[in-house]
């Protein structure tokens, strides 16, 4: 089982960046797949879900209405692309598998495989 993230970097407030999480070595359209992100100096935040065939997505209220994540279960990829990133935004991201198929979690405990991160900084 393998999650590799993708799509980082240094982006200027009001920027956007679209990461990419590619699964492998389990059935990937059978998990609900989350994002979660570590900001510098604070523990771990849920940031957005999405069901197993994409039909619903939740996302937490301080990225409402700027992050959207996606997912092709085809290609085993899961997405998050990211408008109007603030400084706040700056954290590693990661996708997370949670242990229990079709239900979508919130809680970082529930999830039991992890990329290794990918590195998001909004600076001027």
């Known amino acids: 089982v393998q999650l590799v993230e993708s799509g980082g970097g240094l982006v200027r407030p009001g920027g956007s960046l679209r990461l990419s999480c590619a699964a492998s070595?389990?059935?990937?359209?059978?998990?609900?797949m989350s994002w979660v992100r570590q900001a510098p100096g604070k523990g771990l935040e849920w940031v957005s879900a999405?069901?197993?065939?994409?039909?619903?997505?939740y996302h937490t209220d301080s990225v409402k209405g700027r992050f959207t994540i996606s997912r092709d279960n085809a290609e085993g990829t899961l997405y998050l692309q990211m408008s109007s990133l603030k400084p706040e935004d700056t954290a590693v991201y990661y996708c997370a598998k949670p242990r229990s198929m079709f239900t979508v979690v919130r809680s970082t405990t529930e999830y039991d495989t992890w990329g290794q991160g990918t590195q998001v900084t909004v600076s001027s």
């Open positions: 999405i069901s197993t065939h994409g039909q619903s997505t």
């Open positions: 070595g389990f059935s990937f359209s059978s998990y609900a």
